[in-house]
């Protein structure tokens, strides 16, 4: 049985790895600690930790494993994730007394995992799965919405989802991956069946074609990826978390950290999501330099100018509550779709991968 800890043993006993991970930093739903007086409600870890004042987070931080030492940041190359790579450049992990060192990484799954890394983005798509399953990952907050859409033909006579019912739908990075997940949830929203649906695994390099000739006949994709095919007709958006209402005000990806890293560095995390945050409100306002940042750094390639139409499209600007909700939202989804295999509620899942550590 775990011991109650007033604020103030708390505090003091933050700089001890084991004794943070006991009392469980991993979710927002974590152990209670706190005063059990009438006088004082008790509060979890991350409430502590998010409610700290400056004076108690910088004695906090100095006795953390991870102070003084550089940060490992994993990224895919995405600019929907640019974000980190802009908060090194323009100062904001710096202001925080952080620092990072970037990586190229092809899984954030794999490299949280295996600890290799501290943190990363990717999906929702990709990571809320692997982390329920008890893959070490705990997110902190969101990154931007938008990135994909389901597309066919734009000669094509299909027009909603409905349209595609017993049809051949591409997935380019599997069956059973983020872009089934994806899509599934968008024929939820239309209230068809997507077991109607002949889910067929695809090759990016050959989907344009696959289309075209009839073996497939929609195609879940990127809208960068798919943007000069749309732009000149070829192909035509049916579904989006880009483009449509429901979905546009969703973030799409999260910031993750290894379990281990923030439950033994709490504060670390804290003012490294805090950092993120502040730096995805810049990006919002100055889109057109972040992208300029993204190329001079090799963050981004391709085209610059179909970046920058991409990145003006996504919302970097969303809250903290809106990464709930989205959270809560494909929960509740992937409990339907039985992607997600757990008795639990929402709540208690979402309790097991959400670390709130900022406030907006």
Not at 238 to 244: A, G, H, K, Q
Not at 320 to 335: A, G, S
Request: net charge negative; hydrophobic share 40%.
């Amino acid at each position: 049985m775990k011991k109650n800890l007033s604020r103030h043993d708390f505090l003091s006993l933050m700089g001890s790895s084991a004794v943070v991970a006991g009392l469980g930093l991993t979710a927002c739903g974590g152990t209670q600690v706190g005063n059990t007086g009438a006088d004082e409600t008790a509060k979890s870890t991350n409430e502590i930790v998010r409610d700290m004042t400056a004076d108690e987070e910088k004695a906090a931080w100095e006795k953390e494993p991870a102070y003084g030492k550089a940060i490992t940041v994993g990224y895919n190359g995405g600019a929907c994730l640019g974000t980190f790579g802009i908060a090194d450049v323009k100062g904001f992990y710096g202001d925080e007394g952080l620092e990072v060192n970037i990586v190229s990484t092809t899984s954030a799954t794999d490299g949280l995992g295996s600890g290799k890394i501290d943190v990363a983005g990717d999906h929702i798509a990709t990571l809320l799965v692997p982390a329920v399953n008890g893959v070490k990952m705990t997110f902190t907050t969101g990154c931007a919405s938008g990135c994909k859409s389901l597309y066919v033909l734009g000669s094509s006579d299909y027009q909603t989802t409905a349209d595609l019912a017993d049809k051949k739908v591409g997935l380019t990075d599997g069956i059973g991956a983020s872009d089934n997940n994806i899509a599934m949830r968008f024929f939820a929203a239309d209230d068809v069946d997507f077991k109607d649906v002949q889910w067929t695994a695809a090759s990016t390099d050959a989907v344009v074609q696959a289309l075209q000739s009839g073996e497939l006949d929609a195609a879940m994709l990127s809208d960068q990826f798919a943007y000069k095919f749309a732009q000149d007709g070829t192909l035509r958006i049916i579904r989006s978390l880009t483009y449509d209402e429901d979905f546009m005000k969703e973030y799409c990806c999260v910031v993750a950290f290894n379990s281990d890293f923030l439950e033994a560095n709490p504060v670390t995390c804290k003012k490294f999501t805090r950092a993120f945050h502040k730096a995805d409100l810049w990006l919002q306002d100055n889109k057109e330099e972040a992208v300029d940042l993204m190329f001079e750094n090799n963050w981004a390639s391709g085209d610059k100018d179909i970046c920058l139409d991409m990145v003006n499209h996504f919302d970097f600007g969303l809250t903290q509550k809106d990464c709930e909700q989205t959270l809560i939202n494909t929960i509740e989804d992937y409990k339907k779709f039985g992607v997600i295999d757990s008795s639990d509620d929402e709540q208690t899942i979402l309790n097991k991968v959400w670390a709130p550590l900022i406030e907006d």
